[in-house]
Nanobody
Framework: QVQLVESGGGLVQAGGSLRLSCAAS????????MGWYRQAPGKQRELVAT???????NYADSVKGRFTISRDNAKNTVYLLMNSLRPEDTAVYYC??????????????WGPGTQVTVSS
């Protein structure tokens, strides 16, 4: 079993910054893609950013230039630095991991989520 746990959410004023972290633990051979998704009230969960183990990165258009995703493969941890936050960034942010639990078995995991609230 693999667990993902997010941290770093909170309340911030518009224009401010937050840094989210997500640590994966458990039976991990290797993590391929790690990513951040978010879900605002009444809306579907949407992609924020993903990063592949080799370093390839993808961002949603709405966060390009403001958010930066990074990862520490040795620590099985992914980060999301969020700058110039806007009220529309308010959501529960979820970490996702595409995990090889052994060389032949691939599983997908989600963290429980962390709330980010941006006040105007």
């Amino acid at each position: 079993q693999v667990q993902l746990v997010e941290s770093g959410g909170g309340l911030v004023q518009a224009g401010g910054s937050l840094r989210l972290s997500c640590a994966a633990s458990g039976r991990i051979f290797r993590i391929n893609t790690m990513g951040w998704y978010r879900q605002a009230p009444g809306k579907q969960r949407e992609l924020v950013a993903t990063i592949v183990s080799g370093g390839s990165i993808n961002y949603a258009d709405s966060v390009k230039g403001r958010f930066t995703i990074s990862r520490d493969n040795a620590k099985n941890t992914v980060y999301l630095l969020m700058n110039s936050l806007r009220p529309e960034d308010t959501a529960v942010y979820y970490c996702n991991g595409d995990v090889l639990v052994n060389p032949f078995t691939r599983q997908n995991y989600w963290g429980p989520g962390t709330q980010v609230t941006v006040s105007s």
